[in-house]
Structures are given as structure tokens and as C-alpha cells.
T-cell receptor, first 107, second 115 residues
Framework: AQRVTQPEKLLSVFKGAPVELKCNYSYSGSPELFWYVQYSRQRLQLLLRHISRESIKGFTADLNKGETSFHLKKPFAQEEDSAMYYCALTPTYKYIFGTGTRLKVLA | DADVTQTPRNRITKTGKRIMLECSQTKGHDRMYWYRQDPGLGLRLIYYSFDVKDINKGEISDGYSVSRQAQAKFSLSLESAIPNQTALYFC??????????????FGDGTRLSIL
């Protein structure tokens, strides 16, 4: 079955600490993976996608096919990073979202 | 700016009422989606449409119906609302012209409370 797992509902880190939001997926083919972010009272917006291999707001994510993971990382967390983060898989034309991880960056 | 607009933003209604949530977009995208967001459950797909004549059920379509009135408009209806349909509803669009796996663009959401 196609599935996206985000094991942490809540992740709290101190400002300046490294952040890693975990995402594991289940899909037999070549996946397209995304990270979306939802700031308080705002709409979901695309943060990054794996095929772009870019860094947005200091975040990066590397697709590891062997571990079927697409973890989101940032070396130094900032308070404005506090938000809800969703990992999403799109096998073809449908999108499968994880349950999300709320990141709280503490001052 | 091209956008995805949802109306209403908030709605409180009673059990048994019929409710329509509307979504319109000026992005020129062909694909449109309806999701509901519940705490701890993430986003779950209700319905999706690839064009005006193509509508498909998602994972949680029971109790919901949709209408794609035009390429730019996709409405979600709750025929007889029940309290467990209280949730935040999102409309999203994507553009298939540049490939299947394109990012989705979301509206601001409709917060629906059913008493």
C-alpha cells in the first residue's frame, strides 16, 4: 500500500539547534516527494520537492530510496520555523499526505 | 496574483443541514482537489477532478458530493451534515500540463463546525 509516515506529532527544539523532521514512505515505484509547510492560520504551501534538490529557507531534504525516507533538515532552527510540516507522496496524479509534524522552536 | 479562493472561510451550521463549500481558481490549472484536515490525521482526500467531465472519489467520499461547474470552479457539498464532518476543508489545484507529479496549490481553507 502507498503510505507516508511521519512518526513525530510534535517536535520541540531550541533556537539555533539542528532540526530533522522524519518522513518515511511506502511505494514500489519511483516516488515524487514533497514537503509542505503550514504556518499558523495560513494555507499550506510548498516548501520543497525532491527533484529540485534545492534549499528553501535553509531546509533541505534528501531522498534515500534504500531507507525509503525523505527527512527534512535544517542546521539551525529559527523561531519563525515553527509550523506544521507535511510530507507528501505523489505516485502518479494523487497525493498522499502524512499526518504532519508540528515543529515548535523555543527561544 | 493567480490564486485559489475558498468561500466561506468559516461556517457554523446544524446537523442535517445541506452545506456547499466553494472553490474557484485563477491559476488556469486543470486539476482540482478537496481535502479535509483533522488534528492527528493530516489531510485526507475527499474528491478530485482532472477536468470538468472527470470526477473521482478519494479515500473519504461518503457523505460528500462535488460539482465541477467549470475548469475554474469546484464545489463540495455535504448533503446532510453530521457533527463528525466538523473539520478544516481545503481546496487545492495542480497543473498537469508540465507532468503528473506537480505541486499542489492550496486555498486558505474553510473551517466548518456542525453542531
Amino acid at each position: 500500500a502507498q503510505r507516508v509516515t511521519q512518526p513525530e506529532k510534535l517536535l520541540s527544539v531550541f533556537k539555533g539547534a539542528p532540526v530533522e523532521l522524519k518522513c518515511n514512505y511506502s511505494y514500489s515505484g519511483s516516488p515524487e516527494l514533497f514537503w509542505y509547510v503550514q504556518y499558523s492560520r495560513q494555507r499550506l504551501q510548498l516548501l520543497l520537492r525532491h527533484i529540485s534538490r534545492e534549499s528553501i529557507k535553509g531546509f533541505t531534504a534528501d531522498l534515500n530510496k534504500g531507507e525509503t525516507s525523505f527527512h527534512l533538515k535544517k542546521p539551525f532552527a529559527q523561531e519563525e520555523d515553527s509550523a506544521m510540516y507535511y510530507c507528501a507522496l505523489t505516485p502518479t496524479y494523487k497525493y498522499i499526505f502524512g499526518t504532519g509534524t508540528r515543529l515548535k522552536v523555543l527561544a | 496574483d493567480a490564486d485559489v479562493t475558498q468561500t466561506p472561510r468559516n461556517r457554523i451550521t446544524k446537523t442535517g443541514k445541506r452545506i456547499m463549500l466553494e472553490c474557484s481558481q485563477t491559476k488556469g490549472h486543470d486539476r482540482m482537489y478537496w481535502y479535509r484536515q483533522d488534528p492527528g490525521l493530516g489531510l485526507r482526500l475527499i474528491y478530485y477532478s482532472f477536468d470538468v467531465k472527470d470526477i473521482n472519489k478519494g479515500e473519504i467520499s461518503d457523505g460528500y458530493s462535488v460539482s465541477r461547474q467549470a475548469q475554474a470552479k469546484f464545489s463540495l457539498s455535504l448533503e446532510s451534515a453530521i457533527p463528525n464532518q466538523t473539520a478544516l476543508y481545503f481546496c487545492a489545484t495542480s497543473d498537469s500540463r508540465t507532468g503528473n507529479a506537480q505541486p499542489q496549490h492550496f486555498g486558505d481553507g474553510t473551517r466548518l463546525s456542525i453542531l
